[in-house]
């Protein structure tokens, strides 16, 4: 998860992020449209050959990102952000905006494994303190990586 | 699309139904519970090697056909029928309860392109006074194949 | 519950349908939007002195039935359709396009009671034939608000 | 908005918060429950002669607060944080839990206008950086009333 608005670094990342959340055998699941992070993580996810789930916020097939190979067409506007969330085995989420912490929070709310990529001290305070559920807070791809497979080992997801 | 409640006879032609969908390559998109007519779909899609997506109405992952590859877990009840019908880009009804009613008028009312297989003459007759839009009423598997890749090949969906 | 594209006799009938219903005290429920049916009953039942809750398909408030007192913005598109019925003691529908038709199969899906008022044969079978529930089919406004009456005296919403 | 869990102090201040609202002449809007922040708000406003809406997460009438007059069933779940604030011209959010955190952050993404109640610094820090626009954070009642006459003065809802 993360926002429309993303810097040319964050685009990069996110495109790496996707990539190796493909190489492990993930289904990699976005708001699927063609801006920003999810966009960016779609397309290195199919790039490194995997399959993709996007939950689109519109009713009809417009802006859907290129890497998106299952777009599921809402039309519920950003009420979909809490499909995003149950949809999701665990949720990263990476450049934070108003819709990112609305899929955070719902998140912990529905009790999913949280990852925050990346997030400064705020925001890492802040979310720790919104539930009694710890949120995972790591600097790199291959933490996050080891923390989803650690996760999934546990089988708590 | 079709219901929970479904006789044996028509649980094997949907199993059919589905076989005959995965064979020409197309993904297959029910409502994703364990019961019914979607059930025996993605059972059958599955059997054929089909790629499969599940619309729950739930916000856990209970009730699954084991024939889903993707659930969706929306949490939304049966406002997810909604969603149903926008991501698909042809609506195929069989087994006509009230959840799959909704479901046909609510894709004549987003105008995607709806094939009734076996309905009796007075839900043809409903349907076909509903909208401006034609619906297809037929009586077996082949010629509902057939017409989904006249669509298709019309590129209207 | 009624349709955008109305006759000016249908547009008559919701007005005093609307007026009917305030005059008994209970609150209206409709689509809210400025046109069809569901303007006219609301514009009605404001001319009575009612109160009236308007579930918008939009996340902005445009488009509003000037007769609306409290809108409710869902931005869910036709999705809003199922809290339309959810919220209501009694459905009424009248006039029946594809919206309205999901509405009526949503109601009976969720055991709403429903009155249909003015269908035709083929719709009446139709619905009839959907559920082991009746669906009640009058042909004027004063049967329409003695039999809401009666549910009402029999508890059953 | 409010979280479901609330000490004894917080639930005080809600109830004068609802009265408050209730006595400028304003409808209030909650998520309804019969718990909670959102549960002592209504009770205010219903005890001032206000009138309340209601949106619950539920497709059934149950667990309700017995000061909502008007209760909006959307069968959506926690998705339906999305209607509580796009239903909302002002959004007044106090006692955070990560139900109201996501209000909060669809809030902004809505552009509606947001008031936080008492909120700590971290959290104002959080909000305050999430996106252009300018959260209110305030910590007495009578300053939340001035805030919302002067949002209602200046049109921008």
């Known amino acids: 998860m993360g926002p429309a608005d993303a810097s040319a670094v964050q685009v990069e990342t996110a495109y790496a992020l996707g990539q190796a959340i493909a190489r492990e055998g993930w289904i990699l699941l976005t708001g699927g449209r063609n801006v920003g992070i999810m966009d960016a993580a779609c397309r290195g996810a199919k790039a490194a050959g995997g399959l993709t789930v996007g939950i689109l916020p ?20 950003n009420a979909r952000n809490n499909l995003n969330v149950l949809s999701s085995q665990v949720v990263v989420a990476y450049g934070l905006g108003p819709g990112t912490a609305s899929e955070v929070a719902l998140a912990l709310k529905s009790k999913r494994p949280v990852i925050l990529l990346g997030a400064d001290a ?11 559920q710890t949120v995972v807070c790591l600097d790199d791809i291959e933490s996050v990586i080891q923390q989803i497979q650690t996760i999934v080992h546990l089988g708590s997801c």
Not at 58 to 77: C, E, K, Y
Not at 124 to 132: A, D, E, N, R, T
């Open 122 to 132: 705020t925001t890492q305070k802040f979310f720790q303190g919104l539930s009694g």
């Open 58 to 77: 519109t009713a009809t097939p417009r802006n859907i990102s290129s890497g998106v190979d299952i777009p599921i067409l809402t039309g519920l506007g």
